[in-house]
Nanobody, 126 residues
Framework: QVQLVESGGGAVQAGGSLRLSCAAS????????MGWFRQAPGKEREFVAA????????LYADSVKGRFTISRDNAKNTVYLQMNSLKPEDTAVYYC???????????????????WGQGTQVTVSS
């Protein structure tokens, strides 16, 4: 049984930083693309960032490019999202996701992911 557990969320002021972690269990992430999504109140879940199996290829939403960095530590079976220069519009529940299949590239489509964590709340105040 695959489980993804996010942590590291919290409340920060605009301009601050947070580092989210996503720890996987029940399956190794070594050969898997991974992604981060977020959902603000009243809005649909949206793509934030994705990383390929090796960490050599990443993809970001335009709204976070240059401020967020996705990375992975396959030895720890963990994916990270470093968030800098946070803005109030970054306020959302952040979700980690993993596809069931083995994909070599990066995936940005929400329907390409099968396993989801429970989410961690990020609140940015102005």
């Amino acid at each position: 049984q695959v489980q993804l557990v996010e942590s590291g969320g919290g409340a920060v002021q605009a301009g601050g930083s947070l580092r989210l972690s996503c720890a996987a269990s029940g399956r190794t992430i070594n050969s898997s693309a991974m992604g981060w999504f977020r959902q603000a109140p009243g809005k649909e879940r949206e793509f934030v960032a994705a990383i390929n199996w090796s960490g050599g290829s990443t993809l970001y939403a335009d709204s976070v490019k240059g401020r967020f960095t996705i990375s992975r530590d396959n030895a720890k079976n963990t994916v990270y999202l470093q968030m800098n220069s946070l803005k109030p519009e970054d306020t959302a529940v952040y979700y980690c996701a993993m596809p069931r299949g083995l994909f070599m590239g990066v995936l940005r489509g929400i329907y390409q992911y099968d396993y989801w964590g429970q989410g961690t709340q990020v609140t940015v105040s102005s």
